[in-house]
């Protein structure tokens, strides 16, 4: 199975980043893909770019690389109770392509914060707008408070409850997948 695991956010250092690989990471066996959405950065959406200009290759690239996953784990940042605008934006332009970007892929969707409610709003936007956008959505995670749960020396989360909650969601993506002891 290969998962195409990422953090909806810009950030070199994104949490989400780290939370959507620790959780692939728990599905043994898998191959894990990520993507930088620094890579996929694009002028602001707007019908005018897209009427002159039509949808640039970066947006299709988007789509593909998520076409050629078998499952999808996005962990998104919280800005302002909404989308990081590097997600946002890139979301945008591939959607003009294929409404269905997550294109009916099983899909594990996670938010994670510094604060106790871990991001709880946007992933609350994200799974909203699921069935209308493709994705396959067998769980939705915040994972709150994610400096006092992880440990950046060993790069795992530490919380046994965060842990349960990860497996049991990656368990999901693959009946015949074992899911790594902890
Ligand atoms: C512009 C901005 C707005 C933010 N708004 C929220 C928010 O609404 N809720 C929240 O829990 N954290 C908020 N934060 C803190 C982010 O959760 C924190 O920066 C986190 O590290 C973002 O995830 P990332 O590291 O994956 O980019 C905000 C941060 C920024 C820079």
Same mark, same amino acid.
């Given at each position: 199975?290969?998962?195409?695991?990422?953090?909806?956010?810009?950030?070199?250092?994104?949490?989400?980043?780290?939370?959507?690989?620790?959780?692939?990471?728990?599905?043994?066996?898998?191959?894990?893909?990520?993507?930088?959405?620094?890579?996929?950065?694009?002028?602001?959406?707007?019908?005018?770019?897209?009427?002159?200009?039509?949808?640039?290759?970066?947006?299709?690239?988007?789509?593909?690389?998520?076409?050629?996953?078998?499952?999808?784990?996005?962990?998104?940042?919280?800005?302002?109770?909404?989308?990081?605008?590097?997600?946002?934006?890139?979301?945008?332009?591939?959607?003009?392509?294929?409404?269905?970007?997550?294109?009916?892929?099983?899909?594990?969707?996670?938010?994670?914060?510094?604060?106790?409610?871990? &991001?709880?709003?946007?992933? &609350?936007?994200?799974?909203? &707008?699921?069935?209308?956008?493709?994705?396959?959505?067998?769980?939705?995670?915040?994972?709150?408070?994610?400096?006092?749960?992880?440990?950046?020396?060993?790069?795992?989360?530490?919380?046994?409850?965060?842990?349960?909650?990860?497996?049991?969601?990656?368990?999901?993506?693959?009946?015949?997948?074992?899911?790594?002891?902890?």
């Amino acid at each position: 199975m290969k998962i195409l695991a990422f953090g909806a956010s810009n950030s070199k250092n994104s949490i989400n980043q780290k939370l959507a690989l620790y959780t692939a990471s728990l599905l043994e066996g898998a191959e894990v893909e990520t993507l930088d959405l620094n890579e996929y950065e694009l002028p602001i959406y707007s019908q005018d770019r897209q009427d002159e200009g039509g949808i640039p290759s970066l947006a299709h690239q988007f789509l593909a690389k998520i076409a050629e996953a078998d499952a999808l784990i996005i962990s998104f940042a919280e800005h302002n109770g909404s989308f990081s605008v590097a997600y946002k934006n890139i979301f945008d332009w591939a959607s003009r392509e294929n409404m269905k970007v997550y294109q009916d892929k099983k899909t594990i969707f996670l938010s994670t914060s510094p604060g106790p409610n871990g &991001g709880a709003t946007v992933l &609350g936007a994200a799974s909203g &707008g699921a069935p209308f956008q493709g994705a396959n959505l067998l769980a939705s995670i915040p994972v709150g408070s994610f400096y006092d749960i992880y440990d950046a020396e060993t790069d795992q989360i530490t919380n046994n409850d965060v842990n349960e909650q990860l497996k049991e969601a990656v368990g999901k993506l693959s009946d015949t997948a074992n899911i790594a002891a902890a």
